[in-house]
């Protein structure tokens, strides 16, 4: 042992942190050993064994020495900067026209933690789980360094003489430019684009959705005389009727209208009454599920659904379950109604604006004069690119940020035609699907380290600020298109700030203040047209579009619709472990896409499911084939299949790479507009072949335990509170009547919580399953992604999981029927985390006491002293326990899945006050106790009470519906002590027993009398018969 | 020469008058402004402490000017706050008295302060006048060379305990190797005489053997057990001696001095340790701060001249890491400084004392335990902690500790 007096250097390498050096450093073993090579190879058991010796000599060598560790200083250290204290920066997540007003947390200049931004009236401060994971992929190692030529890297100030040189060159012999993007919701740089127009006048701006709602469009330009989409205020709806829009996983705004949608779902403080929400759909949705009523429905049916829904309002009974119901309520409802449809089709949406002018719900529920921009695409001159591309007539194309030649159906015609473009960039900040076919890269920034304005509803403007210093040599694309157009401005923070100056000083803000709050609200000017004539659209091409549908709506076979799933999205953050490895909240599946299928459909095609691998199908769909998994989906409508686009990429990192099937060629276009429902041509073989889908959950309903799930209908709920709840009784020896709740009963002392006790309270009601909380709590507690084999051996680390509960037809006492989800199962989801037990069954067991109880009502997970008994997770009643089974951190092994933990890049995303496990220890929900620490220090630090609110776990400020409630149960002022409504009874000299109030609150497994500090409230559903 | 000495008297005399009338009104004006309350006065030191010391003493002139009799010497008193306010303004607008002072001391400017308050300067000025008027701190000096003396003190009397103690060790080795070596020649004299009867022959050549001694199983036993003992206790002392660093001072790149800038010039740690009373991590200072003095002090040296070098190549300085934790424990300085009240010496040690900055402290857990178990939560004025006092004191007579409100569990350090 040294006397750690004296340094000692192993050698110069350490003296200088070679970075070869520092690499090994923390390898376990200095180099790979050879055991498995053979006399061939080169080595034998010798050299086995002397390395072997060596390497034990060196292990115990290094084990005497202390590292030398460095402290370094800024050079300069900013003003707002303090190693240790988190600063916030109000941005903006775009993605296409995907919009979230977000705050983010960095720490010594990293960003770390995405916040939803409480002053945004549109996300609120929400966020989902897209947006969460986003900071990761500005960490992704698949990011380009610097420019692109051809493969191979240039300098800026090369590419942009030689951009700039063609591009002159172009315009001045008349060759057309076409720059191609997604949706852009920045005005400021819709002007770059303007300004580069003016430089290049052959120049247009094509901007293509990939999932377009050219449809809403164009019915809407029918209907008001603007193309545009208006909006939808959930919120103020008594009546929601869906036909296959997921507005609360993937459709237009989903974060918004959670949020509105939420607020009437809820059932607190003397409000008896919710929103009643009828959905018909052909795959089980997130919205679907928690719809009050919800009718399968193949997608051919579906329009005629819309169809039935429009006369069934002129008093014409349908044939089609509840159409007739929902007219009547929609009826009664009157103006507070509102009818949305996912559906991509003008005359099914000129329909659908026809029931809503019908019902009044313009001016109420849906805003004409406001218009949200979220979907600017305009098929019809994407296809008019394309075809322009394949007759030679385009002689450059600027990619912006968008890559069609993986998420459009055109994307191989188009990649046939892209030889006969002569200059060719991409903007993307990887060499995607269409990057790598380009002659130049100019890579952009990420959205964390950019400067941007956004514009998502007419008057609402957002903003976006660099949280980081740009880690690439990238540069941001509205900048590259300033470039090559030869505006004056030297970056684009001076265009954006200049294009600001007059409209701030108009509005009486400053650019501080703007960058402060990240939104503004700016009025539009007033047009001329009255309110009047905008808000009611002309119904005269309703009958025309009734004919159509009739007449175009014809399936045969099975019918197959595409559709996103809430983790993977478009595709577009593919790369992304934490969405890669997020259950999708329907199915559990991570790491795939699948067909879904029905019960019905299995059964037939004698589709196989046994332990947990089902027959793999080959699908087909005009000329395309792809072979791919089955899933048994309850909900599904007979007759259709659902197949999630977004996977199968093929050039988009090493995580997403191979993951699924790339759906995009599958996408039907009629009419000219692109269909996601498939009705014709469908052929689905069922191969012999077997395959698992990585699952989390795959137990499909709760087999009738009423000590899990709790609800009622709202009927019920308004006649009782307490309706639905289930009270387990048992006889004691001093009350033999059998009217003693199990739960009262305790062997222990019960805790003295002095002065906090921390608690969640969960409202089933209003929790969607969207898994933002998830990925909020992945990104907060450094959980590692273990990716699909350990997920298949039930080794998923997730702290916090969305259980998602079936219905089942079946009778109480038919244990096998129970097992089987219904036909057209009603779904609850509950989030389920470690309940923080206060007679906790894991701490009992554990042998080194690693597991302990705190005095503010926390399970403390210690891992230092975990020896990794597993004691406690066998003990767990709720099984929210998760072991460690390998050090997911710098392991080879998991270098392409975890890569928040692999290398210098991705770790910059962790979170420094959370300890990274090693292998072999337990984890679990600590309830972020770092933020509490964090919170009750600045209180003390200001010598105050801490307030309520101030604290929050990462699950809550991340849940779009509010569903989630953290809080200090012994703050009499907290939103939890109220919404629980907690008396505290004094019940001897030692115990503090929390009695709640509320009548819907229940504690899972209530009757094993653990006395968990998480409470969950009834699920309501507005459904009439019990 | 009469003459003369009349004129230079009268002149005296003159100058006396106006002197006298000057600071008669100067001193009026004082006794207006300047606040004589105790209470300003020690709001006065701990700015001075904070924000001034570094740069100020009373009576010696350290980067800047000695600030004894600073209120007599300015112009006035409206100036030294407009000076504090913002010295370069004054100098750029070319006040006469503002420009000698910056010849003198140029390039080095005083930092401005525009947050301080007029109330505030004035207690600041309190202070100084409270100090100029107790003069030179002479006592303060001799108490403290006096403190220093004392610990030296302890140490050498413990220092010749030990020397007496192995010199006495040695004399006894000493006198019983004489003792056996004359027994020895007593034992070889008498055999040798050969005149002794049998009894004595027994007495001077006894049957006990030592050779018999050391081959007996007991003694054999004994040996081994105590052997074996001592290697034990000595296996587990290192075992747990692993990762414990005390003592550990390595030498870092810049051959900076405690000594001479915590001990010597009283510059207050939070001066250059920013992050001690906000944040988790008290900071180690970044160049700039450097800079507020090394501008102008000390601008030839070579170890200064590694901060130049620093800043020129925007190349941090790497600071060897003396304090360190494992990642698994979670320490908090804002904690224990700001919301504790803790000295830094009582965890770093007598820091202004090192030349060379070494680790104190164990920084173990049971370090960290034993503290808690002992400390006493600072309460006092913290609405914090008011129903946890509360409800201690009704239970309990004893002081409130910091294990008393779950100091001692897992999770207030491991997360």
């Given at each position: 042992?040294?006397?750690?007096?004296?340094?000692?250097?192993?050698?110069?390498?350490?003296?200088?942190?070679?970075?070869?050096?520092?690499?090994?450093?923390?390898?376990?073993?200095?180099?790979?050993?050879?055991?498995?090579?053979?006399?061939?190879?080169?080595?034998?058991?010798?050299?086995?064994?002397?390395?072997?010796?060596?390497?034990?000599?060196?292990?115990?060598?290094?084990?005497?020495?202390?590292?030398?560790?460095k402290a370094i200083p800024y050079v300069n250290k900013p003003v707002?900067?303090?190693p240790?204290?988190?600063?916030?920066?109000?941005?903006?997540?775009?993605?296409?026209?995907?919009?979230?007003?977000?705050?983010?947390?960095?720490?010594?200049?990293?960003?770390?933690?995405?916040?939803?931004?409480?002053?945004?009236?549109?996300?609120?401060?929400?966020?989902?789980?897209?947006?969460?994971?986003?900071?990761?992929?500005?960490?992704?190692?698949?990011?380009?360094?610097?420019?692109?030529?051809?493969?191979?890297?240039?300098?800026?100030?090369?590419?942009?003489?030689?951009?700039?040189?063609?591009?002159?060159?172009?315009?001045?012999?008349?060759?057309?430019?076409?720059?191609?993007?997604?949706?852009?919701?920045?005005?400021?740089?819709?002007?770059?684009?303007?300004?580069?127009?003016?430089?290049?006048?052959?120049?247009?701006?094509?901007?293509?959705?990939?999932?377009?709602?050219?449809?809403?469009?164009?019915?809407?330009?029918?209907?008001?005389?603007?193309?545009?989409?208006?909006?939808?205020?959930?919120?103020?709806?008594?009546?929601?009727?869906?036909?296959?829009?997921?507005?609360?996983?993937?459709?237009?705004?989903?974060?918004?209208?959670?949020?509105?949608?939420?607020?009437?779902?809820?059932?607190?403080?003397?409000?008896?009454?919710?929103?009643?929400?009828?959905?018909?759909?052909?795959?089980?949705?997130?919205?679907?599920?928690?719809?009050?009523?919800?009718?399968?429905?193949?997608?051919?049916?579906?329009?005629?659904?819309?169809?039935?829904?429009?006369?069934?309002?002129?008093?014409?009974?349908?044939?089609?379950?509840?159409?007739?119901?929902?007219?009547?309520?929609?009826?009664?409802?009157?103006?507070?109604?509102?009818?949305?449809?996912?559906?991509?089709?003008?005359?099914?949406?000129?329909?659908?604006?026809?029931?809503?002018?019908?019902?009044?719900?313009?001016?109420?529920?849906?805003?004409?004069?406001?218009?949200?921009?979220?979907?600017?695409?305009?098929?019809?001159?994407?296809?008019?690119?394309?075809?322009?591309?394949?007759?030679?007539?385009?002689?450059?194309?600027?990619?912006?940020?968008?890559?069609?030649?993986?998420?459009?159906?055109?994307?191989?015609?188009?990649?046939?035609?892209?030889?006969?473009?002569?200059?060719?960039?991409?903007?993307?900040?990887?060499?995607?699907?269409?990057?790598?076919?380009?002659?130049?890269?100019?890579?952009?920034?990420?959205?964390?380290?950019?400067?941007?304005?956004?514009?998502?509803?007419?008057?609402?403007?957002?903003?976006?600020?660099?949280?980081?210093?740009?880690?690439?040599?990238?540069?941001?694309?509205?900048?590259?298109?300033?470039?090559?157009?030869?505006?004056?401005?030297?970056?684009?923070?001076?265009?954006?700030?200049?294009?600001?100056?007059?409209?701030?000083?108009?509005?009486?803000?400053?650019?501080?203040?703007?960058?402060?709050?990240?939104?503004?609200?700016?009025?539009?000017?007033?047009?001329?047209?009255?309110?009047?004539?905008?808000?009611?659209?002309?119904?005269?091409?309703?009958?025309?579009?009734?004919?159509?549908?009739?007449?175009?709506?014809?399936?045969?076979?099975?019918?197959?619709?595409?559709?996103?799933?809430?983790?993977?999205?478009?595709?577009?953050?593919?790369?992304?472990?934490?969405?890669?490895?997020?259950?999708?909240?329907?199915?559990?599946?991570?790491?795939?896409?699948?067909?879904?299928?029905?019960?019905?459909?299995?059964?037939?095609?004698?589709?196989?499911?046994?332990?947990?691998?089902?027959?793999?199908?080959?699908?087909?769909?005009?000329?395309?084939?792809?072979?791919?998994?089955?899933?048994?989906?309850?909900?599904?409508?007979?007759?259709?299949?659902?197949?999630?686009?977004?996977?199968?990429?093929?050039?988009?990192?090493?995580?997403?790479?191979?993951?699924?099937?790339?759906?995009?060629?599958?996408?039907?276009?009629?009419?000219?507009?692109?269909?996601?429902?498939?009705?014709?041509?469908?052929?689905?073989?069922?191969?012999?072949?077997?395959?698992?889908?990585?699952?989390?959950?795959?137990?499909?309903?709760?087999?009738?335990?009423?000590?899990?799930?709790?609800?009622?209908?709202?009927?019920?709920?308004?006649?009782?509170?307490?309706?639905?709840?289930?009270?387990?009784?048992?006889?004691?020896?001093?009350?033999?009547?059998?009217?003693?709740?199990?739960?009262?009963?305790?062997?222990?002392?019960?805790?003295?919580?002095?002065?906090?006790?921390?608690?969640?309270?969960?409202?089933?009601?209003?929790?969607?399953?969207?898994?933002?909380?998830?990925?909020?709590?992945?990104?907060?507690?450094?959980?590692?992604?273990?990716?699909?084999?350990?997920?298949?051996?039930?080794?998923?680390?997730?702290?916090?999981?969305?259980?998602?509960?079936?219905?089942?037809?079946?009778?109480?006492?038919?244990?096998?029927?129970?097992?089987?989800?219904?036909?057209?199962?009603?779904?609850?989801?509950?989030?389920?985390?470690?309940?923080?037990?206060?007679?906790?069954?894991?701490?009992?067991?554990?042998?080194?006491?690693?597991?302990?109880?705190?005095?503010?009502?926390?399970?403390?997970?210690?891992?230092?002293?975990?020896?990794?008994?597993?004691?406690?997770?066998?003990?767990?009643?709720?099984?929210?326990?998760?072991?460690?089974?390998?050090?997911?951190?710098?392991?080879?092994?998991?270098?392409?899945?975890?890569?928040?933990?692999?290398?210098?890049?991705?770790?910059?995303?962790?979170?420094?006050?959370?300890?990274?496990?090693?292998?072999?220890?337990?984890?679990?929900?600590?309830?972020?106790?770092?933020?509490?620490?964090?919170?009750?220090?600045?209180?003390?630090?200001?010598?105050?009470?801490?307030?309520?609110?101030?604290?929050?776990?990462?699950?809550?400020?991340?849940?779009?519906?509010?569903?989630?409630?953290?809080?200090?149960?012994?703050?009499?002022?907290?939103?939890?002590?109220?919404?629980?409504?907690?008396?505290?009874?004094?019940?001897?000299?030692?115990?503090?027993?929390?009695?709640?109030?509320?009548?819907?609150?229940?504690?899972?497994?209530?009757?094993?009398?653990?006395?968990?500090?998480?409470?969950?409230?009834?699920?309501?559903?507005?459904?009439?018969?019990? | 020469?009469?003459?003369?000495?009349?004129?230079?008297?009268?002149?005296?005399?003159?100058?006396?008058?106006?002197?006298?009338?000057?600071?008669?009104?100067?001193?009026?004006?004082?006794?207006?402004?300047?606040?004589?309350?105790?209470?300003?006065?020690?709001?006065?030191?701990?700015?001075?402490?904070?924000?001034?010391?570094s740069c100020?003493?009373?009576?010696?002139?350290l980067v800047?000017?000695?600030?004894?009799?600073?209120?007599?010497?300015?112009?006035?008193?409206?100036?030294?706050?407009?000076?504090?306010?913002?010295?370069?303004?004054?100098?750029?607008?070319?006040?006469?008295?503002?420009?000698?002072?910056?010849?003198?001391?140029?390039p080095t400017q005083?930092t401005?302060?525009?947050?301080?308050?007029?109330?505030?300067?004035?207690?600041?000025?309190?202070?100084?006048?409270?100090?100029?008027?107790?003069?030179?701190?002479?006592?303060?000096?001799?108490?403290?060379?006096?403190?220093?003396?004392?610990?030296?003190?302890?140490?050498?009397?413990?220092?010749?305990?030990?020397?007496?103690?192995?010199?006495?060790?040695?004399?006894?080795?000493?006198?019983?190797?004489?003792?056996?070596?004359?027994?020895?020649?007593?034992?070889?004299?008498?055999?040798?005489?050969?005149?002794?009867?049998?009894?004595?022959?027994?007495?001077?050549?006894?049957?006990?053997?030592?050779?018999?001694?050391?081959?007996?199983?007991?003694?054999?036993?004994?040996?081994?057990?105590?052997?074996?003992?001592?290697?034990?206790?000595?296996?587990?002392?290192?075992?747990?001696?692993?990762?414990?660093?005390?003592?550990?001072?390595p030498k870092q790149p810049i051959a900076f001095s405690h000594e001479l800038h915590a001990?010597q010039y009283?510059i207050?740690c939070?001066y250059c340790h920013t992050?001690?009373?906000?944040?988790?991590?008290a900071n180690i200072p970044s160049p700039n701060i450097c800079m507020n003095c090394h501008s102008a002090i000390k601008t030839e040296s070579p170890e200064i001249q590694k901060i130049y070098a620093a800043i020129e190549n925007d190349k941090p300085i790497e600071w060897v890491r003396v304090?360190?934790?494992?990642?698994?424990?979670?320490?908090?300085?804002?904690?224990?400084?700001?919301?504790?009240?803790?000295?830094?010496?009582?965890?770093?040690?007598?820091?202004?004392?090192m030349e060379v900055v070494?680790?104190?402290?164990?920084?173990?857990?049971?370090?960290?335990?034993?503290?808690?178990?002992?400390?006493?939560?600072?309460?006092?004025?913290?609405?914090?902690?008011?129903?946890?006092?509360?409800?201690?004191?009704?239970?309990?007579?004893?002081?409130?500790?910091?294990?008393?409100?779950?100091?001692?569990?897992?999770?207030?350090?491991?997360?």
């Amino acid at each position: 042992m040294s006397d750690n007096k004296k340094t000692y250097w192993k050698g110069v390498e350490q003296l200088t942190n070679d970075p070869a050096f520092v690499k090994n450093a923390e390898s376990e073993f200095p180099e790979f050993l050879p055991i498995n090579q053979n006399e061939e190879g080169g080595s034998n058991r010798r050299d086995f064994l002397k390395l072997m010796g060596f390497g034990i000599a060196a292990a115990s060598l290094a084990a005497c020495e202390a590292p030398v560790r460095k402290a370094i200083p800024y050079v300069n250290k900013p003003v707002d900067i303090d190693p240790g204290i988190p600063n916030y920066y109000a941005s903006t997540y775009t993605q296409g026209g995907d919009y979230c007003s977000i705050v983010v947390k960095t720490r010594e200049g990293r960003p770390i933690k995405i916040e939803g931004n409480d002053l945004s009236k549109i996300s609120q401060g929400g966020v989902n789980a897209q947006v969460e994971a986003s900071v990761l992929s500005l960490y992704d190692n698949e990011r380009l360094r610097e420019p692109q030529k051809e493969g191979s890297a240039i300098s800026w100030d090369d590419l942009d003489k030689e951009v700039a040189t063609k591009l002159n060159s172009i315009t001045a012999q008349g060759g057309q430019i076409r720059i191609v993007s997604n949706t852009v919701l920045s005005p400021t740089t819709k002007k770059v684009v303007e300004d580069f127009t003016a430089k290049h006048p052959t120049t247009q701006h094509v901007v293509y959705d990939s999932h377009p709602m050219e449809g809403a469009l164009v019915a809407n330009e029918a209907s008001f005389g603007t193309r545009m989409i208006p909006s939808y205020h959930f919120g103020k709806a008594e009546v929601i009727v869906s036909f296959g829009a997921d507005f609360l996983g993937t459709w237009l705004s989903p974060v918004e209208f959670t949020k509105q949608y939420s607020k009437t779902r809820k059932l607190n403080n003397g409000k008896k009454t919710m929103s009643r929400h009828y959905q018909f759909e052909g795959n089980l949705s997130l919205t679907g599920a928690n719809a009050d009523y919800r009718t399968p429905l193949k997608p051919s049916d579906e329009a005629k659904a819309v169809v039935a829904l429009f006369e069934a309002l002129s008093g014409k009974k349908s044939s089609i379950p509840n159409i007739d119901k929902a007219a009547a309520d929609l009826k009664k409802a009157g103006n507070k109604s509102l009818v949305v449809s996912g559906s991509n089709d003008p005359a099914v949406q000129m329909v659908i604006n026809g029931i809503n002018s019908m019902l009044g719900s313009y001016g109420t529920t849906i805003d004409a004069d406001k218009p949200v921009h979220y979907k600017q695409g305009n098929e019809k001159a994407f296809d008019q690119f394309v075809a322009d591309a394949k007759a030679g007539r385009v002689a450059a194309a600027i990619f912006y940020n968008c890559n069609p030649l993986y998420n459009t159906k055109a994307g191989s015609e188009l990649k046939e035609a892209l030889s006969k473009i002569s200059l060719k960039i991409s903007t993307a900040d990887r060499p995607d699907e269409t990057a790598i076919a380009m002659d130049y890269i100019a890579p952009d920034h990420h959205f964390l380290e950019s400067w941007n304005d956004a514009n998502p509803v007419m008057g609402t403007y957002s903003f976006s600020q660099p949280a980081i210093t740009p880690i690439f040599n990238t540069r941001q694309a509205q900048e590259s298109l300033m470039k090559w157009a030869g505006v004056a401005q030297p970056d684009y923070y001076t265009y954006l700030k200049d294009s600001w100056t007059s409209a701030l000083a108009s509005a009486g803000k400053t650019w501080d203040h703007i960058l402060h709050d990240g939104v503004i609200e700016i009025d539009p000017p007033a047009e001329g047209e009255t309110e009047e004539d905008q808000a009611n659209p002309q119904g005269v091409s309703v009958s025309q579009a009734i004919q159509q549908i009739n007449a175009n709506y014809k399936g045969s076979g099975v019918e197959l619709s595409l559709y996103q799933k809430l983790g993977i999205g478009d595709g577009t953050q593919a790369n992304n472990p934490w969405l890669q490895e997020m259950p999708d909240p329907i199915t559990k599946a991570t790491w795939d896409n699948y067909l879904t299928v029905s019960q019905a459909w299995a059964t037939e095609n004698n589709v196989q499911f046994v332990e947990g691998k089902s027959n793999m199908a080959k699908l087909t769909v005009g000329g395309n084939t792809i072979t791919l998994p089955i899933v048994i989906q309850p909900g599904q409508a007979n007759g259709s299949v659902g197949l999630a686009v977004g996977y199968g990429r093929t050039s988009a990192g090493k995580v997403a790479n191979s993951v699924g099937v790339d759906a995009y060629p599958l996408v039907n276009k009629v009419n000219g507009v692109s269909s996601f429902d498939i009705m014709i041509g469908v052929s689905i073989e069922v191969l012999p072949e077997t395959y698992q889908v990585a699952q989390t959950q795959t137990h499909q309903t709760y087999m009738g335990r009423e000590t899990v799930i709790q609800e009622a209908t709202l009927q019920e709920y308004q006649k009782d509170p307490g309706a639905g709840r289930y009270h387990a009784h048992v006889a004691t020896w001093q009350e033999e009547s059998g009217e003693t709740s199990p739960g009262t009963l305790s062997l222990w002392k019960g805790h003295k919580y002095k002065n906090h006790h921390w608690g969640l309270a969960i409202d089933l009601n209003s929790c969607t399953g969207c898994s933002a909380c998830h990925v909020a709590c992945q990104s907060e507690n450094n959980i590692p992604v273990v990716g699909r084999q350990e997920v298949l051996n039930r080794r998923d680390m997730h702290w916090i999981r969305i259980d998602r509960y079936y219905s089942s037809d079946a009778e109480a006492g038919d244990l096998r029927g129970l097992e089987v989800a219904a036909e057209n199962p009603e779904v609850t989801f509950q989030p389920m985390m470690c309940q923080h037990c206060n007679n906790a069954p894991c701490e009992t067991v554990c042998p080194v006491a690693a597991t302990t109880h705190s005095t503010e009502g926390l399970n403390q997970m210690t891992y230092n002293r975990c020896i990794g008994t597993r004691y406690c997770a066998n003990n767990c009643p709720y099984k929210v326990r998760r072991f460690n089974w390998f050090k997911y951190h710098d392991n080879a092994q998991f270098e392409d899945i975890n890569t928040a933990m692999s290398n210098d890049l991705g770790k910059m995303v962790l979170n420094p006050d959370v300890t990274v496990r090693s292998r072999g220890v337990m984890e679990k929900c600590s309830l972020c106790v770092q933020r509490i620490q964090y919170g009750k220090l600045e209180a003390k630090k200001e010598g105050r009470k801490v307030k309520d609110g101030e604290i929050n776990v990462a699950c809550a400020s991340a849940c779009a519906s509010d569903a989630i409630v953290f809080g200090d149960m012994n703050d009499q002022d907290s939103k939890i002590y109220n919404m629980l409504k907690i008396k505290d009874t004094e019940k001897a000299d030692y115990l503090i027993e929390k009695e709640i109030g509320e009548p819907r609150a229940y504690h899972v497994l209530d009757a094993i009398g653990v006395k968990p500090n998480v409470s969950y409230l009834t699920k309501i559903r507005n459904k009439d018969k019990a | 020469m009469t003459q003369k000495v009349t004129v230079t008297r009268v002149l005296f005399f003159l100058l006396f008058l106006i002197t006298l009338s000057f600071s008669h009104y100067t001193s009026y004006a004082q006794d207006e402004e300047i606040p004589t309350e105790e209470a300003r006065i020690s709001e006065g030191e701990s700015l001075f402490k904070g924000n001034c010391q570094s740069c100020h003493k009373v009576h010696e002139k350290l980067v800047g000017p000695a600030l004894k009799n600073v209120y007599d010497r300015a112009p006035s008193i409206d100036w030294i706050v407009n000076f504090v306010w913002n010295s370069q303004k004054m100098i750029a607008d070319g006040d006469e008295y503002a420009n000698e002072l910056w010849d003198e001391y140029q390039p080095t400017q005083m930092t401005a302060f525009p947050t301080f308050s007029r109330d505030q300067i004035l207690s600041i000025l309190a202070y100084i006048k409270a100090e100029t008027e107790a003069g030179p701190e002479v006592v303060a000096d001799v108490a403290a060379a006096g403190d220093g003396a004392q610990p030296a003190g302890d140490a050498i009397p413990s220092f010749y305990l030990n020397a007496i103690m192995i010199g006495l060790v040695v004399v006894l080795v000493l006198i019983l190797l004489v003792l056996i070596l004359i027994t020895s020649v007593l034992r070889k004299y008498l055999n040798q005489r050969g005149e002794l009867d049998e009894d004595d022959r027994e007495i001077v050549n006894p049957t006990f053997s030592f050779d018999g001694l050391v081959k007996s199983k007991p003694f054999i036993f004994l040996v081994t057990f105590v052997f074996t003992a001592i290697v034990f206790k000595v296996v587990i002392n290192q075992l747990f001696a692993v990762g414990v660093q005390v003592d550990y001072a390595p030498k870092q790149p810049i051959a900076f001095s405690h000594e001479l800038h915590a001990g010597q010039y009283e510059i207050d740690c939070q001066y250059c340790h920013t992050g001690v009373r906000k944040s988790k991590s008290a900071n180690i200072p970044s160049p700039n701060i450097c800079m507020n003095c090394h501008s102008a002090i000390k601008t030839e040296s070579p170890e200064i001249q590694k901060i130049y070098a620093a800043i020129e190549n925007d190349k941090p300085i790497e600071w060897v890491r003396v304090h360190n934790l494992p990642d698994l424990a979670y320490f908090n300085h804002a904690q224990h400084v700001q919301v504790g009240n803790i000295e830094c010496q009582d965890c770093h040690g007598p820091i202004e004392e090192m030349e060379v900055v070494r680790q104190h402290s164990l920084l173990t857990m049971g370090w960290c335990i034993d503290c808690h178990r002992q400390t006493e939560v600072n309460t006092k004025g913290n609405a914090y902690y008011d129903k946890l006092v509360e409800l201690h004191d009704a239970e309990s007579k004893e002081a409130l500790k910091v294990e008393d409100i779950g100091g001692l569990e897992c999770s207030k350090c491991h997360y």
